[in-house]
């Protein structure tokens, strides 16, 4: 299997930068999603990059992806009080067959 | 849009209760997928299934049945729930992303 790490707690002020970290195991994951889970809520795809790509950005999200070192984040520009929620990171090794794994999630709090 | 939806959005039974969750995707998608969630522990999969009538073992399968007679349903089944079984069921379908219902959250007294 793979094992995915994430770090539990993040809390930003209002209009900062929030940086979510991800650690994974399996070197054939090709596929790194991000979902986004409000509360009482289901997870929400936020994002995701191919293993053959460093960076992406979309809007006020950026993934960084450093293959070598397992290592994904996600980056959210300006953060408002909406982004609070728990982030997941999910690899894959297929875009269509096999499963996602997920680490516990990071609880975003943002503070006005 | 995807959607995925699931039979319940809160439901309470009691321990030794034949307990049915269902979800229904309209994408026609072959893989689907049943996670609980509890507090601190991130989502667990319990089972999944990349087609009819198939099914796989997910990392916590005991105390879980599911079925697939049909493409867009996948149901879990807790023949005799418990108390630890306790938690936010949630289902998932598959193509090239992964989509979510709302999740179910289940009590048992």
């Known amino acids: 299997g793979e094992d995915v790490e994430q770090s539990l707690f993040l809390s930003v002020r209002e209009g900062d930068s929030s940086v979510i970290n991800c650690t994974y195991t399996?070197?054939?994951?090709?596929?790194l999603y991000w979902y986004k889970q409000e509360p009482g809520a289901g997870l929400q795809l936020l994002t995701y990059?191919?293993?053959?790509?460093d960076m992406k950005q979309d809007q006020r999200l950026t993934v960084l992806l450093n293959k070598k070192d397992k290592h994904l984040s996600l980056r959210i520009a300006d953060t408002q009080t909406g982004d609070s929620a728990i982030y997941f990171c999910?690899?894959?090794?297929?875009?269509?067959?096999?499963?996602?794994?997920f680490g516990r999630g990071t609880q975003l709090t943002v503070w006005p | 849009d995807v959607k995925v939806t699931q039979s319940s959005r809160y439901l309470v039974k009691r321990t030794g209760e034949k307990v049915f969750l269902e979800c229904v995707q309209d994408?026609?998608?072959?893989?689907m997928f049943w996670y609980r969630q509890d507090p601190g522990l991130g989502l667990r999969l319990i089972y999944f299934?990349?087609?009819?009538?198939?099914?796989e073992k997910g990392d916590i399968p005991e105390g879980y049945s599911v079925s697939r007679e049909k493409k867009e349903r996948f149901s879990l089944i807790l023949e005799s729930a418990s108390t630890n079984q306790t938690s936010m069921y949630l289902c998932?379908?598959?193509?090239?992303?992964?989509?979510f219902g709302p999740g179910t959250r289940l009590t048992v007294l």
């Open positions: 998932a379908s598959r193509a090239d992303t992964q989509y």
């Open positions: 399996d070197s054939s994951s090709t596929y």
């Open positions: 990059i191919f293993s053959n790509m």
């Open positions: 999910a690899p894959s090794r297929g875009s269509t067959l096999g499963r996602l794994y």
């Open positions: 994408m026609d998608h072959e893989n």
């Open positions: 299934s990349y087609d009819v009538k198939m099914k």
